[in-house]
């Protein structure tokens, strides 16, 4: 019966004797992804590095008093890195990164409308942009493209639109007690107006004290609604940070992909057992 199987000896005397059929293989498979890789089109990666800032500091009860914010740590927690991450995965901050750098375009889409273009480019920048949760209350936002000064705008933009939208939550609640507040010293100094009208017809001391008195608690119902307007107003145009960039988005200076040498790498070692493992199968007999 004939053997099949190799042994040691016979393994080390096919590979001296086919060896320049192997190098050919090797080669040839080099030569051809090198080319591979010099036509596929080069892309740039860009990375964002933030950490968010607590919330409870934008309360304007603790920016007022020293003493309460020093309970407070800078650093937002766990929930606070999933709010940051939600708003910047929305279909919105999507839309306003599309249409700020001419994604349609650049992404050359090609749909009757408008909407439709969008809708493509809505779903490219999703599968591009990559928002990963780190640990240490770290948010990590990345995108790869073909240009490395865009790589870098859409990440800096992205954690810029998040900033702005949770900045606008707290002006937007602080701006609505304001304007509460204004309607209410309005009324208040109304009713003011119309006590002190009246108190030129009372004749009656008594009744005129009581008008006093009440003058005198809407006199000081305006005063503690205008110290608290200012506060607002105040908190308003000092809120703490929401968020904090440890690492800004710069442009790469080389390509990150395709990874020219490690893929050659790859291919080499690839290749060389591959063909080692033919030139065996081959010989088997």
Not at 24 to 36: D, K, L
Not at 56 to 83: C, H, P
Not at 255 to 281: E, N, Q, R, Y
Request: aromatic content about 8%; proline content about 3%; glycine content about 4%.
């Amino acid at each position: 019966m004939q053997a099949t199987d190799f042994n040691l000896t016979d393994i080390i005397a096919v590979l001296q004797k086919r060896w320049k059929s192997i190098a050919v293989f090797v080669t040839v498979s080099m030569v051809t992804a090198a080319a591979i890789l010099f036509f596929i089109p080069k892309k740039y990666q860009s990375a964002v590095i933030i950490v968010p800032g607590n919330p409870v500091l934008a309360d304007k009860s603790r920016l007022f008093n020293q003493n309460i914010q020093g309970l407070y740590g800078v650093l937002g927690n766990g929930d606070d890195v999933e709010t940051i991450s939600g708003i910047i995965t929305l279909d919105t901050t999507y839309y306003q990164l599309i249409d700020t750098f001419k994604l349609v375009d650049y992404y050359a889409i090609r749909s009757e409308t408008i909407a439709e273009k969008r809708k493509v480019a809505l779903k490219r920048l999703q599968k591009d942009l990559e928002v990963v949760k780190q640990e240490d209350r770290q948010l990590k936002i990345s995108i790869l493209t073909k240009e490395p000064g865009l790589s870098a705008a859409i990440v800096n933009k992205a954690v810029a639109i998040a900033e702005q939208q949770l900045q606008s939550i707290w002006k937007q609640n602080y701006q609505q007690n304001i304007t509460n507040l204004k309607v209410a010293s309005s009324q208040l100094a109304k009713q003011y107006r119309e006590l002190t009208d009246s108190a030129v017809h009372i004749n009656s001391v008594a009744d005129r004290e009581i008008v006093e008195q009440k003058k005198k608690q809407l006199l000081d119902h305006l005063a503690e609604n205008g110290k608290v307007e200012q506060e607002l107003e105040l908190a308003v145009n000092g809120l703490p940070p929401v968020l904090y960039v440890l690492e800004k988005g710069f442009p790469s200076v080389s390509a990150d992909k395709p990874k020219f040498l490690s893929s050659l790498i790859i291919v080499f070692f690839t290749s060389f057992v591959f063909g080692v493992f033919l030139v065996l199968w081959n010989e088997r007999t």
